[in-house]
């Protein structure tokens, strides 16, 4: 299976601050690279698909590239409804594998 | 809208049988996969298999024999039995959808299935 390397695990951050969560597969994965956002009542919902395409409806703060093994998520600017959990998840080859999650924590 | 919801037992006994039901509303599951994924409490999520919208079947070789994933189009269900349960098996369980392109997303989630394993 390939694994996913999420950094941080934590990250304490404040309103309007530029973030970047990361994101490292074991192996190349094509850009196959989806990023999830889950609140804490366990609501989950896409951010990015494909390394770099917004979901439909998520603000334009959101940005994710990379390609080959290393990619990212960035947000622009913090705000009070981003501190939640942060996934990233590769489907080059099954089984579809997730990293360990970030958590973005207001500083 | 769409929406999927999981319901089942909260609590199952060891080494017994879980069954778990998706329902879909708002698309077809002709048309889309649904995905289970699991997590335990204040961990990752685990990809544990999925429903093609054909009906054929995908499943992660950790949960080897022990899983099952079925579907009842004309009541939007789709259901995952595990048997032999043991603690480790303790966490939320998510359906989710997909379409079935070479890209896809998970773009719809239910709220979890809460699903402990005791004695």
């Known amino acids: 299976d390939i694994q996913m390397t999420q950094t941080p695990s934590s990250m304490p951050a404040s309103l309007g601050e530029r973030v970047t969560i990361s994101c490292r597969a074991s192996?190349?994965?094509?850009?196959?690279l989806n990023w999830y956002q889950q609140k804490p009542d366990g609501t989950i919902k896409p951010l990015i698909y494909?390394?770099?395409n917004l979901q439909s409806g998520v603000p334009s703060r959101f940005s994710g590239s990379g390609s080959g093994t290393d990619y990212s998520l960035t947000i622009s600017s913090l705000e009070p409804e981003d501190f939640a959990m942060y996934y990233c998840?590769?489907?080059?080859?099954?089984?579809?594998?997730f990293g360990a999650g970030t958590k973005l924590e207001l500083k | 809208q769409v929406q999927l919801k999981e319901s089942g037992p909260g609590l199952v006994q060891p080494s017994q049988t879980l069954s778990l039901t998706c329902t879909v509303s708002?698309?077809?599951?002709?048309?889309?996969?649904v995905h289970w994924v699991r997590q335990h409490s204040g961990k990752s999520l685990e990809w544990m298999g999925r429903m093609w919208s054909d009906g054929d079947t995908s499943y992660n070789s950790a949960f080897t024999s022990r899983l099952s994933i079925s579907r009842d189009t004309s009541k939007s269900q789709v259901f995952l039995k595990m048997n032999s349960l043991q603690t480790e098996d303790t966490g939320t369980y998510y359906c989710?959808?997909?379409?079935?392109?070479?890209?896809?997303?998970?773009?719809?989630w239910g709220q979890g299935a809460s699903v402990t394993v005791s004695s």
């Open positions: 998840q590769q489907y080059d080859s099954s089984p579809p594998t």
């Open positions: 708002g698309f077809s599951l002709t048309s889309y996969s």
């Open positions: 192996q190349g994965i094509s850009n196959y």
């Open positions: 494909y390394t770099s």
């Open positions: 989710a959808r997909t379409t079935e392109g070479i890209v896809w997303v998970m773009d719809a």
